[in-house]
């Protein structure tokens, strides 16, 4: 149990800090967008949709390394009033919540991600980039998603059941 809870954290800080660096290569595109449009006027028709998939990439893989470092939203003003062990409880009865929304967008994602590989899916605009990798993508970040939050489901288990961090 314990290794596998080591591993999935391990691949979520791999795809977490894959991720990170996204974002700053997007603001170079978008100064390098505004350089060309504004001195040289020439502007160009890749930088809207690759900023666009630059930030989605960062969030989908940034995911699992959120849900591993338990940066979620919650409300601590009530969360906080309990024990860890209480809190385990309750971060346990929440990956229900969790499991289901997660479980659902992979069902749903599924399909179009198949029928996009199949198609070789293009988006319809001036550039015309591949939109398949960015649905793979979307699938791999819900699938990370649900690892690492099975991960934490058995950290939280051992700790509502022993009383001991595993």
Not at 16 to 27: E, K, L, S, V
Not at 43 to 48: A, E
Not at 119 to 136: F, G, Q, R
Request: proline letters at 5%; hydrophobic letters at 50%.
């Amino acid at each position: 149990m314990k290794k596998f809870v080591n591993i999935v954290g391990w691949i979520s800080k791999i795809c977490g800090y894959a991720g990170a660096p996204m974002p700053f290569i997007a603001a170079i595109v978008i100064f390098y967008e505004i350089i060309m449009r504004q001195i040289f006027n020439r502007p160009t028709l890749w930088v809207s949709e690759s900023t666009a998939m630059l930030c989605g990439a960062c969030y989908l893989l940034g995911g699992a390394l959120n849900v591993k470092n338990d940066g979620h939203v919650r409300v601590d003003i009530i969360y906080s009033k309990f024990s860890p062990r209480g809190r385990a409880v309750l971060d346990c009865f929440n990956f229900c919540f969790v499991a289901l929304y997660v479980g659902v967008m992979i069902r749903v994602i599924y399909p179009y991600m198949m029928q996009s590989i199949r198609l070789d899916e293009h988006s319809y605009t001036a550039w015309n980039p591949m939109v398949w990798p960015m649905k793979i993508l979307l699938f791999a970040g819900f699938i990370l998603v649900l690892l690492q939050s099975t991960a934490n489901l058995l950290k939280n288990l051992h700790l509502a059941i022993t009383g001991r961090p595993l």
